[in-house]
């Protein structure tokens, strides 16, 4: 499919990708700093080896993350300086696959060896890169043989998405679960018959403010509450979707005006996506226990497939709107990619729940849990198959006609 020629690179927003990603680099690296000096100080302050090995963690994923900024910073720094826009690596998915079998490999050579012989540093790396290889084989294949637009661009994509769209996600669900704490505890209060467990509580807490450890099993009579069952079920099926779906192409929003063909969009989804992804299960992975990795890494891995996906279709929607005006196009994506991600979620609070036992209340039938040990890896091969077949349609899809370029509106 024959595409348009790309627009020079806008120097306002090269100049705001080369800022946000020196910011970006200075946040990590200022936050590997004060890990390490947080390790350093439990030296001598006895810290439990759990909280150490997750600060290790939490640690080599911002030295990872800082990585990411350099290529951003580097294409910016040429484009300002008047060089041409490099195109991307060819052979991207051929790398990206024998990378995947590489970290298959690793998988199964340290599954054999006993979990005391690896290094926590070295463990750390491994489930990095067991999380990093899959999704950016998701990305090469979702986006084979189709335009992704100049390295500068891709990388701006992906330094905006980790350093601007994923902090206001965060923000939007961390106020609506405020704000949702706000309501039910005024809800709390005038359930009388919680009164003498509020008291309760209240005596305990006066005593030994070490007791904030326990609330949770003081409130487990609450998970029996039908109603606070559908609101929270809401919030993590509904409300989580819908905030992600909207807010992950917001780096899409800045090619508005350089006449994106919808297999552009799609693409640039994508990044967008990927970056989302990347970040989101790498914190997820360093906050878990060694034994619990390798099934957080599986859950993940999917995961990264759904947002990848999920945004590309909603740039495609935004670009080819932006294109014939046809606006209903992007409200029907967003509702299917909501429904998407909200099924997601809810088979993998199932999941949880079947994972958790009898450590919860069963406020599910065990065989619907347990369902969804078989319906995830069924979504994902759906996901995987309607990427590829989506991909293969673009590829035979004639561009529509493009806009006139703005060359101060977006990146190359």
Request: aromatic share 10%.
């Given at each position: ?14 100049i ?102 690896t ?72 359930q ?6 509020l008291?309760q509580?209240?005596?305990q807490?006066?005593?030994?403010p ?19 069952i ?58 878990v ?9 599986v ?53 949880g729940?079947?994972m ?13 849990s ?19 077949g989506?991909n ?11 806009l ?9």
């Open positions: 499919m024959e595409q348009p020629v790309a627009a020079p690179p806008s120097r306002t927003l090269t705001a990708q080369l800022v946000v990603s020196i910011l970006g680099l200075l946040f990590s690296l200022g936050g590997v700093l004060g890990l390490l000096v947080m390790m350093a100080s439990s030296l001598q302050n006895t810290l439990a080896a759990e909280e150490s090995s997750q600060l290790m963690n939490i640690m080599w994923v911002l030295m990872a993350v800082s990585l990411f900024t350099i290529p951003s910073i580097f294409t910016a720094i040429r484009a300002l300086a008047g060089f041409a826009p490099r195109q991307p690596m060819r052979h991207r998915f051929l790398i990206a696959m024998l990378g995947l079998l590489i970290a298959f490999g690793v998988i199964f050579s340290t599954n054999l060896l006993s979990t005391n012989s290094p926590n540093w070295l463990s750390s790396v491994i489930n990095m890169l067991t999380i990093l290889v899959p999704i950016w084989w998701f990305l090469e294949l979702g986006r084979l043989k189709l335009s992704s637009g100049s390295a500068q661009r891709q990388w701006g994509l992906f330094s905006f998405s980790t350093y601007i769209t994923l902090p206001v996600i965060m923000v939007v669900e961390i106020i609506i679960i405020g704000v949702g704490l706000l309501f039910g505890a005024l809800w709390l209060i005038q009388p018959e919680f009164a003498p467990t008291s509580i209240g005596d807490f006066m005593l030994d070490s007791a904030w450890e326990d609330l949770s099993f003081d409130f487990l009579p609450l998970l029996s509450r039908p109603g606070l559908a609101v929270a079920g809401a919030f993590i099926v509904l409300i989580i979707p819908m905030i992600e779906e909207l807010l992950k192409p917001l780096g899409v929003w800045l090619l508005r005006k350089r006449s994106l063909t919808p297999v552009d969009g799609f693409t640039a989804g994508m990044i967008c996506g990927a970056a989302f992804a990347v970040l989101e299960s790498l914190f997820s992975i360093s906050a226990m060694p034994g619990e990795r390798l099934f957080v890494i859950g993940r891995i999917g995961t990264g497939l759904l947002h990848i996906f999920t945004a590309g279709l909603n740039g495609w929607a935004l670009a080819y709107t932006w294109q014939d005006g046809k606006y209903l196009r992007v409200g029907i994506t967003y509702i299917v990619s909501v429904g998407i991600h909200g099924a997601w979620n809810l088979f993998a609070l199932l999941l729940m079947h958790a036992g009898n450590e919860l209340p069963q406020i599910v039938d065990p065989g619907l347990g369902l969804a040990v078989w319906i995830l890896p069924i979504l994902t091969m759906v996901l995987l198959i309607s990427m590829i989506f293969f349609h673009l590829r035979h899809q004639p561009a529509p006609p493009a006139p370029q703005t060359s101060e509106n977006g990146l190359g």
